[in-house]
């Protein structure tokens, strides 16, 4: 088997046709517009932390200020400027929490790590971000652009996370907390990742390494699937009724998520 990506098992969950599609069988994809968006947002995300004057920002004593500082930034592409609103606004009161607690305020603001790609045994990681906490602990936070937002989704994919980040003793120290954050809809959450967690998402890598057939999961997803081109030329749609697909059969909760990365 290929290198284990968590796209691979996401893929999987929605519909293991799917995967079979993309990473079995390499049929080319079709990009959507969602997931074009997310990578930009990815990306600028990522120049944020490395282009911002730090000492500028120890300067602000204020969430306001932080923010006006930011918005000076080259970070200006039109198509995704309404997320980087947010995301301004979301780091700007990160920026006043942090600051009011911590005599270091930039060691605790700055993450730790933005996109950073890890590779541990057969498994390969992309983790969108990495920053400290108050318990001296990490949180793996993962970017999510698109408009649906489902924690039990988000639980597992910061975990498989977490899990890794850890195996991989990259860090001194320990990832201990998992978290998202989306800014087009101006959500986060972050908590404690426990042991429950942990143990179910290692079964669902177990149970996802194990799968040896991929049949078709028909739902709601097939409209915006970007590998529907082989269902429609093999026919399997020709037996499904609407209802079907308006009753959004099968776990594609993420399914909007899926696109973006
Ligand atoms: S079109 Fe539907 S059934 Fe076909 S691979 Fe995509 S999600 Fe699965």
Not at 76 to 82: E, M, R, T, Y
Not at 156 to 183: D, M
Not at 193 to 219: D, G, H, V, W, Y
Not at 228 to 248: P, V, Y
Request: aromatic share 12%; with cysteine; charged share 25%.
């Amino acid at each position: 088997m290929a290198l284990l990506r968590k796209s691979m098992i996401l893929h999987w969950k929605i519909c293991p046709r799917l995967y079979e599609s993309i990473w079995i069988l390499k049929l080319p994809e079709t990009a959507s517009v969602v997931q074009q968006f997310g990578t930009m947002f990815h990306e600028e995300a990522r120049r944020f932390f490395e282009i911002l004057d730090y000492e500028a920002l120890r300067k602000c004593p204020t969430a306001r200020e932080a923010y006006r500082l930011f918005e000076k930034l080259p970070l200006n592409h039109p198509a995704i400027k309404p997320l980087l609103a947010n995301f301004f606004t979301f780091e700007a009161s990160r920026w006043e929490y942090v600051r009011e607690k911590a005599k270091d305020p930039i060691f605790w603001w700055k993450p730790v790590a933005c996109e950073l790609e890890l590779s541990v045994g057969d498994v390969e990681l992309h983790v969108d971000r990495i920053d400290r906490i108050s318990t001296g602990t990490l949180i793996n936070l993962e970017y999510k652009t698109g408009v649906l937002w489902n924690i039990s989704d988000l639980r597992w994919e910061t975990t498989f996370y977490n899990i890794y980040i850890n195996e991989s003793k990259r860090f001194e120290e320990p990832c201990t907390h998992i978290g998202a954050y989306n800014p087009r809809l101006q959500k986060w959450f972050e908590e404690q990742c426990s042991q429950r967690l942990i143990k179910r998402t290692k079964r669902l890598i177990e149970e996802f390494r194990n799968a040896q057939t991929f049949p078709p999961r028909q739902s709601n997803f097939c409209y915006i699937c970007p590998a529907s081109t082989r269902c429609l030329e093999e026919g399997i749609f020709n037996e499904l009724q609407t209802s079907g697909l308006n009753k959004g059969t099968g776990n594609n909760s993420n399914g909007g998520e899926l696109l973006e990365r």
